[in-house]
């Protein structure tokens, strides 16, 4: 199987295979894995404080923010969002209707057909893994592709998928951008998912609100105790590693099934770990500003 990966905020594509090299390394070792990475679609500058934290330039996003000050509002009021409430609750109360989103519809479609075409372009490609913003975008590709297959018949390709800190797809249907209902949003994300989240991450519950929009059958849940990062140490890697195994035979075993979409079955429960190859670099080019 190989990868699509997809680096975070202020990252790049060689940055993000310097982060993920112990991960890739040892999943390599335990299953039959390739990973190929992509830079996003805009070059940025981080915020002044952070220059040193993020390394050297050149740096970059999937997707603009509309201003440094959004930016900022958004984690800001991240972080003010209520203990008591539900995950999806929290997330509406951050991005609950369409005024509210950072992104620009036009840019978020262009950047989303963007990452299908780079899979497109690579038959091999049958899987995705992204990082905080990369997890959004591989989660929101996997959601269209599903649109497409079922609205167009154009066959689907991603058939795996891994998030580190992730954060709720974005649905894309009708020309407009939106939170899925909880309706909707219920085994949205069909395909076999391993989702690696920090019980110490301020933006928890994004995670677990992507983690409750797949299938619950096909999803592993793997908390490492950490913050908003990637794990690198040895023992979370191998428990890790575990996880990804799981869901990758799942992944294998689907292809040789007859293509169904869909819940496939509704008697086995969410399967979830807790505990505290070849790799090439493609860059994109920018589509919107």
Not at 97 to 114: P, R
Not at 161 to 176: N, R, T
Not at 259 to 270: I, K, P, Q, W
């Amino acid at each position: 199987m190989k990868f699509l990966c997809l680096h975070g905020t202020f990252g790049s594509a060689k940055k993000f295979k310097i982060q993920l090299a112990p991960f890739v390394q040892k999943t390599q070792e335990d299953s039959d894995l390739e990973f190929e990475w992509i830079s996003g679609l805009h070059e940025v500058d981080p915020p002044a404080e952070f220059e040193h934290y993020f390394g050297e330039k050149p740096l970059y996003r999937f997707m603009p923010f509309n201003g440094i000050r959004a930016y900022d509002d958004l984690f800001t009021k991240w972080r003010q969002c209520t203990d008591g409430a539900s995950t999806e609750e929290n997330m509406r109360l951050l991005f609950g209707s369409e005024e509210n989103f950072l992104h620009q519809k036009a840019c978020l479609q262009e950047t989303i057909d963007a990452v299908l075409k780079a899979i497109d372009d690579d038959p091999e490609i049958d899987g995705i893994l992204g990082y905080s913003e990369g997890a959004t975008i591989a989660a929101t590709a996997i959601l269209e592709e599903r649109r497409r297959w079922e609205e167009e018949g154009i066959p689907r390709r991603i058939n795996c998928a891994i998030f580190f800190a992730g954060c709720p797809a974005i649905s894309l249907k009708d020309g407009s951008i939106s939170m899925l209902s909880d309706a909707e949003a219920e085994d949205a994300i069909d395909i076999p998912t391993c989702h690696i989240v920090g019980c110490n991450d301020p933006y928890i519950d994004g995670s677990i609100t992507l983690y409750d929009m797949c299938n619950e059958d096909k999803a592993e849940l793997f908390d490492h105790g950490q913050g908003h990062v990637i794990p690198r140490d040895p023992r979370t890697l191998e428990e890790l590693s575990v996880s990804v195994s799981r869901i990758v035979g799942m992944a294998n075993a689907n292809k040789r099934k007859p293509s169904v979409t869909g819940s496939e079955s509704d008697a086995s429960r969410r399967s979830s770990t807790w505990s505290s190859g070849n790799s090439s670099t493609v860059e994109l080019t920018a589509i919107c500003t």
